[in-house]
């Protein structure tokens, strides 16, 4: 055995498909997929974020596109946002008495948990057909947190935690939450690789405020779409070769509108082929470039 020899190093991911958060309009990525492979340019690495986690886990197991439209059919449903918590609204009317904490959220997380273990059961991130990274949030600091090895459904679980809606994730002692609360398009997380392809999803602002919900709608979708902004504006001052993705929506899509997943799936197979030229431009010029 030689003691001086050089450490070996895995080669960088070639293409990254990163997949931020945006609701039922994630599964774009499955259309974008489709057009990559037919055309010889298989991602090797996914990255995803809340809903973006969802759909990328459903492309790392590597099944056909027909039997990804029907698994993301049941995990990205209205039925999971349904099930309510009733004592919550006894913690926010009396958080002492009834013992508000970490783990307060509207709604139950049961049925998200239910469908993925019976999307990915004991599946481990780093076991699956193709690599994936899922993005989420520290609870206790807002920083931004890349899960690349452990349960897959705990790793998605804790990307799309939204606040309030579903409590946030213990892993590794770690309280985590949705990852677009500190990065909606994840592209950092992809920095090792070539060429990143960036599918990401700016949120639509309320057009009208009648009720302090839409408000609140109103703020966060603000503070969101700017800090992608400045998350993409980040990203190409380090010099990554980013291709945004654009894909053309027929009109406002809601976040858990299932029946629109069909739509979807179009609108990102269509940004895929306009984009494929150019995808396949810096690929070579990256490709030749690492190798030179």
């Excluded at 998605?156 to 606040?163: E, F, R, T």
């Excluded at 503070?223 to 929506?249: F, H, K, S, T």
Aim: hydrophobic fraction near 50%.
């Amino acid at each position: 055995m030689n003691l001086h020899s050089a450490p070996v190093f895995p080669p960088p991911p070639r293409l990254a498909l990163v997949i931020g958060s945006g609701g039922v309009r994630g599964a774009s990525a499955l259309g974008v997929f489709d057009v990559l492979s037919r055309a010889g340019l298989r991602p090797d690495l996914i990255v995803g974020c809340s809903s973006g986690a969802v759909f990328g886990a459903g492309l790392a197991l590597g099944l056909a596109t027909d039997e990804l439209m029907r698994m993301v059919t049941t995990l990205w449903s209205p039925e999971l946002t349904q099930k309510k918590r009733w004592h919550a609204y006894a913690q926010l009317l009396a958080p002492r008495l009834a013992r508000f904490g970490h783990g307060f959220s509207l709604r139950s997380e049961r049925p998200i948990v239910q469908r993925l273990e019976a999307a990915f059961g004991d599946l481990r991130l780093e076991n699956l057909r193709l690599p994936l990274r899922v993005a989420a949030t520290m609870a206790a600091t807002g920083a931004p947190v890349v899960i690349s090895r452990g349960s897959v459904v705990r790793a998605v679980q804790a990307s799309m935690a939204v606040p309030f809606l579903w409590p946030s994730v213990d892993i590794g002692g770690r309280r985590l939450v949705d990852g677009a609360l500190s990065d909606p398009l994840p592209v950092a997380a992809a920095s090792d690789a070539l060429v990143v392809l960036a599918l990401g999803f700016r949120g639509d602002m309320p057009r009208h405020l009648k009720r302090p919900s839409s408000l609140v709608a109103q703020v966060s979708t603000a503070l969101i779409n700017n800090l992608y902004e400045a998350r993409m504006a980040a990203a190409r001052a380090r010099g990554q070769a980013l291709i945004e993705l654009d894909p053309v929506w027929p009109r406002r899509i809601g976040l858990w509108e299932t029946q629109a997943l069909p739509a979807a799936f179009e609108a990102g197979r269509q940004a895929t082929l306009a984009a494929l030229p150019a995808i396949e431009r810096t690929l070579r010029a990256r490709v030749g470039r690492h190798a030179a």
